[in-house]
């Protein structure tokens, strides 16, 4: 915290014994999510109550029993176990000589904010719906491992995204829930009085006030807004219940909370940002609150703009038109008309700060503010790149598709995060431990090759043993409630066979994404899955936007054939997709298939999570595989050209899809085994893919490209 006056108080868990007191900064720091050591600090203790309470550490710690705690505090081998953890907690905390601080040893004090709507940082933590706010996450852990000087702000949602239930017949129902704060690892910020910190911003008729939780990533502050104050009506309460409602005045409100919220929050905390990088347009009003603290301070708009631009960076994660965070002008000028006027500016000039022209009437768009204001943008694949510059080419006339100002940085995930403890510890014997310090250079990786198949392949079959009972139970638990239908139990796991050849499929489930492609010609599907000799089976996970009706009908199609007694119960839907079935998928799985249609995933980075861990990619050449795919490292589905047809673009990679999983896939798992029962041709593709593309599509190679191409250039051109 810069500013004196303001208190960041760990709230004290009331009985833990002076010797292991310091579990307590433990649980309040996720430090200790991607550090395997000290996730068994606390399952130690109590494995089962670690697991019944999701593996919440401050959950954990309100409801151990007291006699536990006495025993492990008197125990020699706990107690070793403890006192190292905690040295490399604070050795890790306190560290100076960071990659950052020798990289750039003159700029260390300023600051850089990082602001986005979702933050995927734990399953505990549901402040997230998908890839976006997963690559939120990864970002600010690894900013943390790398020294960066960067705070982030968001949203704590009270009722999260949303719980998924399937229906007997497939349906996709949302049932709601309350978070308890008091069992989240989130600190308020208060004053010298104990009074809750409290930042406000104008709406139509009204002031309304947000508190501010920390959450500590590493060595990052995640500050998180929250409305429910009773300084608020009910109804503004509300305003921070829900993670992409589709209401577009609570959308609008959200917005200008994290935007202009968020530079009032900077301003006073006491800090003076060189960095504001936006994680897509909902941040943007950000910008407008920037320029009007420029403007009172005596600037012209043009002059202040000039300014807010040469700090703002952009990453725009949308290249489907529809796709983007837009309102309909009217409702822009219900929430701006006072503020236009403030910034010296006509109604229409403040319009045009982004204004799109579209059949249904004059639109505001947050992408085009974003990039009209700022000078660093980005997209987030090289062919995302591509398909950014041609989608807002319009905005730049004069120029050339190829020199529309959005350059590309690729998405990456955060290696100690997704990486199974085993893998981990398989790569410290062969590569050596320094690629915990440098995941990124290639060279380092260039040890797989070293390491012996057999190696690898036991990690995977634990793994994939580990990822079957995990499915298992939770399939028991659902049936132990006795709400379902036995179907629903069968559906959910209960016949998976640890041996067969297992492919996963989870994410998100809007349309664009095609979870319905497998299903294409049903009847080869299920001679496929089938055949006795090589059995296939696949794990289907995500959840569909409650209010995306083709979405939830994809999830019902699948559901429907997942409960067909012909497809043998080698088909699997796994429900509530979050971070940790994500966790065991990624770890276990054999394949990763992913179908979007093409060139509309922006990046992706389930992928990625299973190619660290020796899963095989099968995807379409969209998103990072296009760039991660080298032919033999994976396999990639359909042809790169342009369609006009979506049927036509169905049938074709779906057609594709079959006979690569016939003709190559299926073949190369089940024959060519050697004594030991290895496939060796397989193990050759596993080892390209961990080789090639764990350094390529870490957050360490993204985040330096951050910092190099977008931070540094940002602060040095002030
Ligand atoms: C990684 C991840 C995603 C992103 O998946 P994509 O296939 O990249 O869309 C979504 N949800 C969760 C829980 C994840 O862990």
């Known amino acids: 915290m810069i500013s004196k006056n303001i208190t960041c108080t760990v709230p004290k868990a009331n009985f833990l014994p002076e010797r292991i ?19 068994t600090v606390f399952s130690k203790i109590n494995p089962v109550l670690w697991d019944s309470v999701s593996h919440n550490p401050v959950a954990f710690l309100q409801q151990v029993s007291r006699s536990m705690l006495n025993q ?27 990659w950052f601080m020798q990289k750039y040893p003159n700029i260390k004090d300023k600051t850089i904010t990082y602001l986005s709507f979702e933050f995927g940082l734990h399953e505990s933590i549901p402040a997230y719906a998908g890839g976006l706010g997963i690559l939120a996450g990864d970002h600010l852990k690894e900013s943390s491992d790398m020294g960066l ?23 996709q129902e949302t049932s709601n829930f309350y978070l308890d704060y008091k069992k989240l690892p989130m600190i308020p910020l208060q004053d010298e009085k104990g009074k809750d910190v409290l930042i406000a911003v104008q709406l139509p ?7 501010v939780w920390q959450i500590n990533v590493g060595r990052i502050p995640l500050y998180l807004l929250d409305t429910t104050v009773n300084e608020n009506t009910p109804y503004d309460q509300q305003l921070t219940a829900k993670l992409y409602t589709s209401d577009l005045e609570t959308r609008i409100s959200q917005e200008i909370l994290l935007g202009v919220g968020g530079v009032r929050l900077m301003r006073l905390l006491g800090y003076n940002p060189a960095v504001w990088h936006m994680n897509e347009g ?82 505001f768009t947050m992408p085009i503010l974003a990039l009209r204001l700022s000078d660093h ?40 995060s997704w990486l ?107 001679r496929l ?67 979007p249609r093409r060139p509309n995933e922006a990046s992706g980075t389930s992928g990625m999570k299973s190619a660290m861990n020796g899963g095989l990619n099968f995807s379409i050449l969209d998103g990072w595989w296009h760039e991660g795919y080298n032919g033999k490292n994976g396999w990639s589905i359909g042809s790169e050209k342009q369609y006009d047809s979506t049927e036509k673009q169905d049938a074709e990679d779906a057609l594709s899809l079959y006979e690569i999983l016939e003709e190559r896939i299926v073949p190369l798992y089940y024959s060519n085994r050697s004594d030991a029962n290895i496939p060796t041709g397989w193990m050759m593709k596993v080892k390209n893919a961990i080789r090639t593309l764990s350094p390529q599509f870490c957050t360490r190679r993204m985040v330096s490209d951050y910092v190099r191409n977008m931070y540094i250039p940002a602060i040095e051109e002030r």
């Open 21 to 39: 007191e310091r579990l307590n900064d433990l649980a309040y720091n996720l430090w200790w999510s991607w550090n395997p050591e000290a996730v």
């Open 72 to 98: 492990v505090s008197n125990d020699k081998q706990y107690l070793i176990l403890f006192d190292q953890t905690i040295e490399a907690f604070d050795a890790y905390m306190n560290k100076k000589e960071t």
């Open 149 to 171: 000087p960067l705070v982030a702000i968001g949203f704590i949602y009270n009722q999260g995204y949303f719980v998924q239930k399937i229906t007997e017949d497939g349906w």
């Open 205 to 211: 008729g009204r002031e309304i006030k947000a508190r």
């Open 282 to 363: 909902h941040s943007a009003f950000l910008s407008i609150e920037r320029c009007l603290e420029l403007v009172k301070q005596g600037k012209t708009f043009d002059e202040a703009a000039e300014i807010v631009r040469k700090g703002n960076v952009f990453t725009t994660h949308t290249p489907v038109p529809a796709g983007n965070d837009r309102f309909p002008v009217w409702l822009v000028e219900k929430y701006f008309h006072q503020i236009w006027p403030e910034l010296g500016l006509t109604h229409d000039q403040f319009i045009n700060l982004a204004k799109e022209e579209s059949s249904y009437g004059d639109q």
């Open 377 to 416: 943008c980005n997209a987030v694949s090289e062919l995302h790149g591509m398909v950014s510059r041609d989608m807002w080419h319009f905005l730049w006339p004069d120029r050339k598709v190829a020199d529309v100002p959005i350059t590309h940085i690729t998405n990456g995930v955060h290696s100690f």
């Open 420 to 526: 199974s403890r085993r893998m981990g510890i398989l790569f410290d014997r062969y590569l050596g431990t320094e690629w915990r310090e440098n995941p990124d250079n290639p060279e380092i990786w260039e040890k797989v090759d070293l390491i012996p198949d057999a190696e690898i392949w036991a990690v995977k079959r634990h793994q994939k043993r580990k990822m079957a009972r995990f499915i298992n139970d939770r399939a028991r638990a659902q049936w132990l409630t006795g709400t379902v239908h036995p179907v629903q139990t069968l559906a959910a796991g209960v016949l998976l066979d640890s041996d067969a050849l297992t492919i996963g499929f989870a994410r998100r489930f809007p349309t664009y994404k095609r979870g319905y492609l497998i299903l294409h010609d049903y009847e080869r599907l299920l």
């Open 529 to 595: 899955i089938n055949n006795v000799d090589t059995p296939v089976q696949i794990l289907f996970s995500g959840k569909a936007h409650p209010a995306d009706e083709p979405g939830k009908l994809i999830v019902q199609q699948l559901y429907r054939a997942i409960k067909d007694h012909r497809s043998g119960g080698r088909l699997v839907f796994i429900e509530d997709y979050n971070m940790e079935i994500a966790r065991y998928l990624v770890q276990g799985v054999d394949v990763w298939l992913n179908t």
